[in-house]
């Protein structure tokens, strides 16, 4: 852009003077390096937590659904809101990955794998809700459309039965997406590792891989499939999810707004769980020349963005309920405002409708505690947002008589907070003994990659003096 001044030029992708071996080097030391004691006293604390989490579902099948704090009223607790709040956080990585891969956003190289990773656990996470929630688990496979002792097929007019398959799907197509980009990786991984067993394990997941230049158009066009059948179950999965409540009577969930609304609502949880853990991540490994202060800028933005969209959509149930003229609406959101659950509501208000707006500051876009902090409590909102679709509209239906407050008991708490041990598991094993970052992608967008970088002689070029303004890139 020409200015009196010289020209802003975009802030490099990768910082440092890095080279390819040096990018290499980088990455692959944290998998090829001893294990630190840290992560054996995380990872002692997350097993203790998923054992937990099987303690608590074994409970829950021996003794059924009512250990859990439902009630006549609210049939639908803690399991529901927990499973629509894990597929959300699952739903970046997709949109990292495969959104932003077709755009040729090259920004995304940085964190693509590590999204990708944790939408995975995510979904994993997600699975075990509704699987319990049946209460009879050991038929659970009657909802798959397989022959069965009881002649019975499922009832496919059912949006639940549309999550199994949407669900399961996105699962499938993510993890298809996130190996097949690991695959150059893994080749590196096999040929630098010194331990035999890790050089036999490594090469059977790299599949061959050479390099070769029929490998890299077959890979490149397979990647491209991948991100082109992910792309559109960005979009399906939270609509489906949001049709287990759009397509019912009952008053706040018989709305049309749910599919984009809860669209918004997952990419925006979503980036904010990334955010988490690649600020933690980048510490811990001195990544900050990869992950720059600018992808954090950038991510801000986009949770700034869906923020805005989120509460658009808050105002517009209100209105909606008011324009309808159904008294049993009007009542249903007004009760979530100023009801028994209004504590609730508020707390939902405040961390997803205010929160994201310090975001409009570019001096708080940058700064990493204020993104750290903030990317923790959207997390908190969105729980609270499912909270109080999921609740409030159940436990004040049409017939006060049936009225009753609805709370979780220690089952609910300890499930809950034991799948964060799974998530926290896979995802620490996955830290350890995988890439955490896409070498191959990252290569690509640097300027090395570009045939003309380099002279006749295969030397840097020497770059003639000019006058820039660069960005801000202080830590």
């Not at 496979?141 to 039965?161: A, D, E, I, K, R």
């Not at 993104?371 to 969105?382: D, Q």
């Not at 992608?441 to 770059?463: I, T």
Request: aromatic fraction near 18%; proline fraction near 5%; charge should be neutral.
């Amino acid at each position: 852009m020409s200015s009196n001044s010289g020209y802003v030029k975009e802030a490099p992708l990768v910082k440092g003077n890095h080279t390819f071996s040096s990018i290499t080097a980088l990455v692959a030391d944290i998998v090829e390096k001893p294990t630190p004691f840290w992560w054996y006293i995380a990872f002692g604390v997350s097993n203790m937590l998923m054992g937990l989490l099987f303690l608590m579902l074994g409970y829950l099948i021996w003794e059924g659904t009512g250990v859990w704090g439902l009630n006549n009223t609210v049939a639908w607790g803690w399991a529901i809101i927990n499973f629509v709040w894990w597929v959300g956080i699952g739903h970046a990585g997709t949109l990292i990955s495969a959104v932003l891969f077709l755009f040729r956003q090259g920004w995304r190289t940085a964190i693509n794998r590590f999204a990708e990773a944790m939408t995975i656990f995510a979904v994993m996470c997600a699975g075990i809700f509704p699987a319990v929630h049946v209460g009879r688990i050991w038929v659970i496979y009657w909802v798959f459309p397989l022959p069965n002792q009881m002649q019975m097929w499922p009832n496919f007019q059912s949006p639940l039965l549309w999550d199994v398959f949407a669900v399961s799907t996105y699962f499938t197509v993510s993890l298809l997406f996130w190996y097949v980009g690991l695959i150059p990786d893994l080749a590196t991984l096999r040929d630098r590792v010194k331990s035999k067993l890790g050089a036999k394990l490594y090469g059977a997941f790299a599949l061959g891989w050479t390099g070769g230049n029929r490998q890299w158009q077959h890979y490149e066009k397979a990647y491209m499939l991948l991100a082109g059948l992910a792309t559109p179950l960005v979009l399906s999965v939270h609509t489906i999810v949001s049709f287990d409540f759009a397509v019912s009577i009952i008053p706040g969930w018989h709305t049309t707004i749910f599919p984009p609304y809860f669209v918004a609502g997952a990419i925006f949880s979503g980036f904010a769980m990334v955010m988490t853990l690649m600020i933690i991540a980048r510490k811990i490994y001195g990544l900050q020349d990869i992950m720059t202060i600018d992808h954090i800028e950038k991510m801000n933005i986009i949770i700034l963005v869906t923020g805005w969209m989120v509460g658009f959509a808050y105002i517009m149930e209100f209105f909606i309920a008011w324009y309808s003229g159904v008294e049993y609406e009007k009542f249903a959101f007004v009760n979530r405002a100023t009801g028994p659950y209004a504590w609730a509501y508020w707390i939902m208000m405040s961390c997803n409708v205010i929160a994201p707006n310090f975001f409009w500051f570019k001096k708080m876009r940058r700064s990493i505690t204020v993104s750290f902090i903030l990317s923790i409590v959207v997390n908190i909102g969105m729980w609270f947002e499912r909270f109080v679709i999921t609740v409030t509209s159940l436990a004040q239906d049409f017939l006060p008589g049936s009225w009753a407050y609805y709370s979780p008991t220690w089952v609910d708490v300890l499930t809950y907070v034991g799948t964060f041990g799974l998530f926290f598991t896979n995802f620490l094993l996955f830290l350890r003994f995988l890439p955490m970052i896409a070498i191959a992608e990252v290569k690509m967008v640097m300027p090395q990659a570009d045939p003309h970088y380099y002279d006749e002689d295969g030397n840097e070029p020497v770059k003639e003096t000019e006058q820039v303004n660069e960005p801000n890139t202080n830590n």
